[in-house]
């Protein structure tokens, strides 16, 4: 009986070691698996594209107005009286956004 509980006692041993030569191994590769994944992240990111910054967001705009009116005055003793008015207004400029860290809140 006394043999069988030694080879018990070297199997657990055996096992303990066996798992702390594996731990070791992954925290020696932890730096290397690290640094793989922050690579895959970077190129991921890169693909996207450009990124959005609120200092550099320029923007073009055109307004049109087109507009017509016509008012008649039709009244008692006077004679019947019709103007027309007709314009059109174009409006164009430059925006830039600026940051929200200049917004005073």
Known sequence: MAMYLNKKGQSTLEYGIIIAVVVAGLLAMQMYIKRGVQGKLRGAADNIGEQF?????????????????????????????????????????????????????
Do not use: F, Y
């Not at 073009?60 to 059109?88: A, C, M, Q, V, Y």
């Open 53 to 105: 910054a609120p200092e550099h967001t320029t923007g073009k705009r055109t307004t049109t107005t087109i507009s017509e009116s016509k008012d008649e005055l039709i009244g008692g003793d006077e004679p019947t009286s019709t103007s027309e008015t007709t314009g059109k207004t174009t409006e164009t400029g430059n925006e830039t956004v600026g940051s929200l860290k200049d917004e005073k809140w």
